[in-house]
């Protein structure tokens, strides 16, 4: 009988859209810290010589900074990455800063079935200062000067400058689009 086979194809199909998970025969773990192969691949073959960036893990309060100076300051390229769905898909994206031959970037890596898409998240970060953190869909934020509650869509990347306001980064379907943050 041939009902068999689209009944189970059918059964796996509904057990990955009701787990809100993807179907991803190459699924990748982000997990650990380490940046996906496919992405890391995607990102030196975009830009020749470009490299992941080890991100400092103090924070840059003032008396972070003063104890920084005391005992050497840490950076671990797990600080680096950050993961979330980003474009709202259901599949597990990756961001992580990225040195490149024109200064510092932040690139993300939407996953889709089998692959990668690399993609600029910002023209240039200051690689000294700016946190790359992600804020999960659904998280409360305000805009600069106004009192409305507004809500992220989709996991979204955010950059926190020290003694800065934030900004994050929504991804609009083609690109991000900066949004400055009120908090």
């Not at 940046?35 to 490299?51: I, N």
Request: net charge negative; proline share 6%; glycine share 8%.
């Amino acid at each position: 009988m041939r009902t068999v086979p689209v009944l189970i194809l059918f059964a796996v199909l509904q057990s990955a859209c009701s787990s809100g998970g993807a179907l991803s025969p190459k699924a990748t773990s982000t997990d650990s810290g380490t940046p996906p192969k496919p992405f890391v691949d995607h990102v030196e073959s975009q830009w020749k010589g470009a490299s992941l960036a080890a991100r400092s893990t103090t924070s840059c309060s003032p008396s972070a900074t003063a104890s920084a100076a005391v005992t050497s300051t840490t950076t671990d390229a797990q600080a680096a990455l950050v993961a979330g769905d980003f474009d709202g898909d259901g599949a597990k994206d990756v961001a992580a800063a990225v040195k490149r031959d024109d200064g510092l970037h932040v690139v993300a890596g939407l996953q889709h079935t089998y692959d990668y898409e690399v993609v600029d998240v910002t023209d240039k970060a200051d690689p000294s200062a700016d946190r790359v953190t992600v804020r999960a869909r659904g998280t409360r934020y305000t805009l600069p000067d106004s009192d409305v509650d507004y809500y992220f869509g989709a996991d979204t990347i955010v950059l926190t400058p020290c003694g800065a306001k934030p900004t994050a980064y929504l991804w609009n379907g083609e690109g991000f689009e900066a949004q400055p943050l009120a908090q």
